[in-house]
């Protein structure tokens, strides 16, 4: 075979087989964005959900709320040095259900801040921690969340801890 046959054919045959494939199909466009108001709910439901479980010691019902693998961070100051902490979600839930029946976990919430665009959505939240009727710390949640299937899932959760420059104005939950 000459060069030019090859190189005809090397040109050509490419061409002549994508003409066998069928047309691609059109994408499928994403289903209308819900309602701000009901995405904000459905969320706002998921983090109270999150911490009555945390109080009823429910870590079976928490469970449920996550997407995994979870990642979880504290930052806090120990010794005027910031300290970044790497949490597991396991380790949470092992502690919830391993504290005394007479203590109650109590994590008092602020107004949620709640910022949707898609399947992303982000939660900023001040909260006030106490063991039973005895304040511990403060400090700010942040929860990033996707949408699924079955509706919002956590995705990463952050928290910042203090025990100085609290309110201490958030009432039993």
């Known amino acids: ?27 499928v466009p994403p289903p209308p964005q819900p309602a701000y108001t009901a995405d904000s ?17 429910d870590t079976a019902a928490m469970r449920t709320l996550f997407h995994e693998p979870v990642a979880m961070r504290s930052v806090s100051w120990r010794q005027g040095k910031a300290v970044v902490e790497a949490d597991g979600l396991e380790d949470w839930f092992t502690g919830v259900a391993s504290a005394p029946d007479t203590l109650v976990l109590d994590e008092r919430l602020g107004p949620l801040e709640v910022r949707v665009d898609g399947n992303l959505a982000s939660v900023w939240v001040y909260y006030e921690f106490y063991v039973s009727n005895r304040f511990s ?10 949408r699924t299937d079955a509706g919002w899932k956590i995705l990463l959760v952050s928290d910042s801890r203090r025990r100085q420059g609290c309110s201490q104005s958030l009432g039993k939950s």
């Open 41 to 57: 709910a459905s969320i706002h439901q998921v983090v109270t959900k999150l911490f009555n479980g945390m109080r009823t010691r």
């Open 1 to 27: 075979m000459s060069r030019s046959l090859v190189l005809a054919v090397s040109l050509l045959l490419p061409v002549a087989l994508a003409a066998q494939q069928p047309a691609p199909a059109a994408p």
């Open 137 to 146: 710390h403060c400090g700010a949640d942040s929860f990033q969340f996707g």
